[in-house]
């Protein structure tokens, strides 16, 4: 039999505990994942935004880059200047093609001089290790360690602290994209990064998956005491597009450009070249001819992903201008958000646009920024 | 999973219910569509005075995760609409055999309901569809 079947969902070392405490488990790329525990995508949410969420990231892909040359190997591949990192900080980056267009979205750690993380994408571990590999020519040594990694998001206003009381000292200290190799969290080892994919404050906890389970559940039980709890996939999808950050695969692809993207900040001319930094300069010089902006719906209405965006002209629908690449509701926000790459005149503030919901027209606007940013 | 199926309904296929009184039938969705759905964020319904058809699409729910269609059970004019579901979309999720109710039909086609689904087809119908 040669028939092609789909391959089982792999599971990550904390699928038990999703089962345990009431995981709605999905396919999700590839991966079984909790959407939402039992109460639901809005309460997770919200006990995110006010408290603590706690989330398995454990798919996402880990890569060491490791040898002398490793920071030359990893200018070449990110956007990004890697070398203005030390010992302990990170940055966020994308990896072009040679059209400019994104291979991936990532996070670059400094371990130590010779030793750099990077944190990938799960749906593009297999594209990006043969991208890095390709592209470096075996000037330093690149590992895929994802499977003997799990990953663990705790985010939230609460966080940090509860954290302290679970053994973290001092972590209040750690400056965002700041990594720490030496932290001890309910008597497990672990690395903790204060970054996350919420629009909160938090870190994201790297350990052994055979920590995972013990470590989930020590997690899990001490935001519980604040409010908060266990947070599915579902929540942090509504949590990063308030946040407006973009979603490999949605927001961002092969085919579009940081620039774009509105990631201009992390595309960094002067460092020298990379990989697609002539096409991206080229971009830039010729002006952008379209741009990913967001979007708040005026009426009753949900953007989805793939719905058509249209110009509005005297208030009334026109042409089809582009289409929706994230979109839902806003829980916090309280209004239906959504991001579309749109033609650049009609990218700033305040333009009217409208979504084709299934048939239906429905006005929206506009916002630049974030839907949502978080009090300091 | 909840076996939340009451004994004086009727169901579809598609996790509507019907509940049959005269010619008429309110109507809504299952206990099992809310549990696939999680939060209901906005229902769109007809209007008063239209015609649905049974098994044609007659509105749609909306939930965080996505939108799905509702079908029609039977086949009639619509004589109530549950307005409150504007403001008040977690009625739904919340209770839906009650106040989550959809619409109410005036039946034109009564002898449909023989297609319908009893309680304990239906709750079978779900254990097989979950394997």
Redo the contacts between chains.
């Keep these: 039999m040669t028939e092609a079947t789909a391959a089982a969902p792999r599971k990550t070392p904390l699928y038990d505990v999703h089962k345990r405490l009431g995981g709605k488990i999905i396919d999700f790329g590839g991966w079984a994942l909790p959407v939402n525990y039992a109460g639901g995508i809005l309460a997770e949410h919200a006990a995110t935004r006010n408290a603590i969420g706690v989330f398995d990231v454990s798919h996402m892909g880990e890569f060491h880059f490791r040898g002398a040359r490793a920071v030359e190997a990893l200018q070449a591949l990110v956007t990004n200047d890697v070398a203005r990192l030390a010992d302990g900080q990170a940055l966020y980056t994308v990896a072009c093609n040679p059209a400019g267009g994104i291979v991936d979205d990532l996070i670059v750690y400094r371990i130590a001089p010779n030793h750099f993380l990077t944190v990938v994408n799960a749906a593009n571990i297999d594209k990006d290790l043969a991208w890095f590999k390709e592209n470096t020519g075996g000037v330093c040594s690149i590992d895929n360690e994802s499977d003997g990694t799990a990953l663990i998001a705790y985010q939230g206003p609460k966080a940090i602290e509860t954290l302290e009381t679970l053994g973290a000292a001092d972590l209040s200290r750690l400056p965002s994209f700041g990594l720490r190799c030496d932290v001890e969290i309910a008597g497990h080892a672990t690395w903790v990064a204060r970054t996350g994919y919420t629009g909160e404050d938090g870190v994201e906890i790297f350990c052994a998956p055979s920590d995972a389970p013990s470590l989930f559940e020590a997690l899990v039980q001490a935001a519980a005491a604040q409010g908060g709890g266990a947070a599915g996939l579902g929540a942090r999808d509504t949590l990063r597009l308030e946040a407006k950050l973009p979603l490999y695969g949605n927001d961002l692809s092969d085919a579009t450009s940081p620039l774009e993207a509105g990631l201009g900040w992390v595309v960094k001319f002067d460092k020298g070249p990379f990989i697609g930094s002539q096409a991206l300069a080229a971009q830039k010089a010729a002006g952008l001819q379209r741009r990913l902006v967001g979007f708040v719906m005026k009426d009753r209405g949900i953007a989805r992903h793939g719905y058509p965006v249209l110009a509005s002209e005297n208030g009334q629908p026109a042409g089809v201008v582009g289409e929706v690449t994230s979109g839902g509701v806003g829980p916090t926000v309280g209004k239906n958000v959504g991001m579309a790459y749109v033609p650049s005149p009609l990218a700033s503030q305040n333009t009217q646009l409208f979504v084709d919901c299934r048939g239906k027209t429905v006005p929206a606007e506009v916002v630049t920024g974030p839907f949502y940013r978080r009090s300091r | 999973m909840s076996d939340n199926y009451p004994s004086d309904l009727l169901y579809t296929e598609d996790h509507e219910w019907a509940r049959i009184e005269g010619n008429m039938a309110t109507v809504g969705i299952t206990q099992f569509a809310v549990e696939q759905l ?2 209901v ?2 229902v ?1 319904l007809p209007r008063e005075g239209e015609s649905v058809k049974q098994g044609e699409v007659f509105g ?1 729910v ?1 939930s ?4 799905s269609d509702l079908f029609a059970p039977l086949t009639g004019k619509v004589v109530k609409v549950n307005t409150p579901l504007g403001d008040s979309p977690e009625y739904v ?1 919340e209770d839906p055999y009650d106040q989550g109710w959809l619409i109410q039909i005036e039946l034109t086609v009564p002898a449909e309901t023989a297609k319908l689904m009893q309680p304990a087809a239906y709750a079978s119908f779900i254990r097989e569809s979950a394997d």
């Design positions: 999680g939060d964020t906005q769109d749609s909306e965080v995760k996505a939108v999720n």
